[in-house]
């Protein structure tokens, strides 16, 4: 067991810390892209659904350290854990207390949104429990994120639509890559090029699915989240001094602009802004809590 030490960050950091709260913003813009995407709706569902959400993600934050303690202890010693700032013990108390909490909240706004809940919380545990020795776990990372879509958009009143669905399947396309890019961040070899481009699959879903009014809008906002992909990518493969951290941080707060695009800009400025609001609060965020 691992027990505080007596000169330990304030208790309030280490939480923040271990939820890797920084990261928050872009689990509240996949769940008002799929709550969009699924014709929206009242606010309190959608108000129950931000709050399930959060919690479930900040569950998977405190698990993956939970699960990661030794790794960390040799790797990674800065972590919460290993640094003596919190026990082992609490760790997995908070993750699963945040567990049940997010999956009460979720399964009381209906069947749909339960089955797709409880699968999303069942995929975070199998994740987090098996992403240091399984190849493939990037692709569990993006089924989550996927899942997400599906339960926002259930909690909408049309339901799972066939936008939300495509939309979801172009955000896990993009995570995918995001998250094999960020298993490379203590690797000193080569990192493989190929799985970047599975970054591009929003920017190819807008092109071929936006047309008409809102073609020119689609093809800005494609137009910015390439240039943002690229110019985060830099820092893992065209950069003198390469930092994978620093790239993997740009593409998740690049989660939004992912966001965005899939409701190609909500047809107003409203909700444009509310999606620049949470991309700049993510970046704002990562200065003071890490990403990672």
């Not at 999303?120 to 569990?140: D, E, F, Q, R």
Request: hydrophobic share 55%; proline share 4%; net charge positive.
């Amino acid at each position: 067991m691992l027990l505080r030490r007596s000169n330990a960050r304030p208790y309030w950091r280490t939480l923040l810390v271990l939820a890797r709260a920084a990261n928050l913003p872009t689990v509240w813009s996949n769940c008002l892209a799929g709550w969009w995407l699924g014709g929206g709706g009242d606010l309190l569902p959608l108000l129950l659904l931000l709050t399930g959400a959060s919690c479930l993600y900040t569950c998977g934050m405190f698990l993956n350290d939970a699960f990661d303690a030794e790794f960390d202890q040799e790797h990674r010693r800065e972590r919460p854990i290993p640094a003596g700032d919190i026990g082992l013990d609490e760790v997995w108390a908070w993750g699963f207390g945040w567990l049940g909490l997010g999956a009460v909240i979720l399964v009381l706004l209906g069947k749909v949104t339960a089955t797709f809940a409880l699968l999303l919380a069942a995929g975070i545990v199998i994740y987090n429990a098996t992403h240091k020795a399984l190849p493939l776990a990037p692709l569990l990372m993006a089924a989550c994120r996927l899942l997400l879509y599906l339960v926002a958009a259930s909690v909408a009143v049309e339901g799972v639509t066939g936008l939300a669905i495509w939309c979801g399947l172009a955000m896990a396309a993009y995570v995918a890559g995001l998250s094999y890019l960020a298993r490379h961040e203590l690797s000193k070899g080569p990192v493989e090029v190929w799985p970047a481009w599975c970054l591009g699959a929003p920017i190819l879903l807008g092109l071929l699915v936006n047309g008409g009014e809102h073609q020119f809008r689609a093809l800005g906002l494609c137009l910015a989240l390439a240039i943002w992909t690229l110019r985060s990518l830099r820092y893992a493969f065209w950069s003198p001094v390469r930092n994978i951290g620093l790239a993997a941080s740009g593409l998740v707060a690049g989660i939004v602009l992912v966001d965005l695009l899939a409701v190609a800009g909500g047809g107003h400025a409203g909700i444009s802004l509310l999606f620049l609001l949470l991309f700049a609060a993510t970046l704002v965020s990562q200065r003071f809590a890490p990403a990672s």
